[in-house]
């Protein structure tokens, strides 16, 4: 074996230029696939981590859906073909009835961790000239800590404020600053779907670190609210902590058969970003192996050339008593020393990337906030980088190797006579 890996080094050291061209390609392979992979996928784990934990695993809420034929489906069968026009959606109450129920049945399900009742409503807020349109939320601090991360994102600490002080409000750290609201203790007014208009005071700002929901929300006292939209005692949503994520979809559809309501997960609710992240994970490794898969001709066409250039050198050692299985090693051993040190480079210039890439900082504003970019750092890429390196420089090793194996020394021999 020593032999072989001998002859295997000596044959890749004599070919120098094509050898660093071809580790180089290796390792920057290697080092994009890590780069790649801990960029994306530091942004869609913060993205689906933040979505998930402050919005709910499951929302249980009225199913709106604009369903023309349903009297004549109801009245003639599934199978009739008609076109209603003038039809209007089905008129149906925005509201949850006997949610409480369902709060004690599901609190005592051992893969639920929490849940909490919303009433969900939009407003127009007014700060000095300013006017904003709002999402409110209507909340019940105790219950909705334990249904949410809700006190993660809120600045000051100051939930507890709605309760004690039902006329304040804790609204979103993009909303605050387009109504021009720097700190807490100002008051704006609040102007109901029905032209009511309310005064009430900011406690505290939401701050989650996702656009959509930083410049649009409001949480305000369950009671509050109710009184503000005249539904007393309503709510038209509940949200639902489970224990694993994963059974989210089909504990969902329990709930959906068990209520009547509309049960839906954090997977369908996030369902288009989702598929977003799919496609991009799909380009960003389609690019990485284009790239090994160049780098890997480099290591084959190397192989090939010392094949060519080398047969009278194959003929001796074969005239010598080496076997075609050693043979094929030498040649495959030249690959793979090719990979092990570009994939070994490729992991060290992957890290120093990562720490140059961490160090950074600037402003991202877009589906999410964050100060520079959001890396995922675990030892994952650089492993799965080192076996792919390793795996694409076998196989463009092996058919050269096959081919200096099936060499006769004879036939050499007496064509360079």
Known sequence: MRSILFIAFKLLTERKRQALVSTAGVAIGVAAFIAMSSVMNGFQIYFIKQAVDINAHITLKIEESDDPDRILRAAYGEDIVADVLGSKPKDLKDKIIGYKHYIDKYEKDERVVGIAPHLTGQAIINYGTKDKTANLIGIEPDLERRASVVDD???????????????????????????????????????????????????????????????????????????????????????????????????????????????????????????????????????VFAILIVSAFGIFNIMMMTVLEKKRDIAILKAIGYEDGEITRIFVFQGLLVGLIGALLGCLLGYLIEVWLASLRFDIVGIIRASGFVLDRRPRYFVLGFIFAMIFAFFASFYPSWRASRLFPVDIFRSSV
């Open 153 to 287: 994102y809120i600045e000051l600490g100051n939930l507890d404020k709605i309760v004690t002080d039902r006329n304040s409000i804790i609204i979103g750290k993009l909303l605050a600053r387009d109504l021009g609201i720097k700190e807490p203790g100002k008051k704006v007014t609040l102007v109901s779907p029905s032209g009511g208009i309310y005064t009430l005071k900011v406690v505290d700002f939401f701050n989650s670190g996702i656009t959509s929901l930083d410049q649009s929300r409001v949480y305000i006292n369950l009671r509050t609210l109710q009184a503000i939209l005249d539904k007393p005692n309503q709510v038209n949503e509940l949200i639902i902590k489970v224990k694993d994520v994963n059974q989210a979809e089909s504990l969902a559809g329990e709930m959906t058969d068990d209520t009547g309501y509309f049960a839906e997960s954090w997977q369908r609710a996030f369902s288009n970003f989702l598929q977003i992240f799919k496609m991009q994970n799909w380009i960003t490794y389609m690019m």
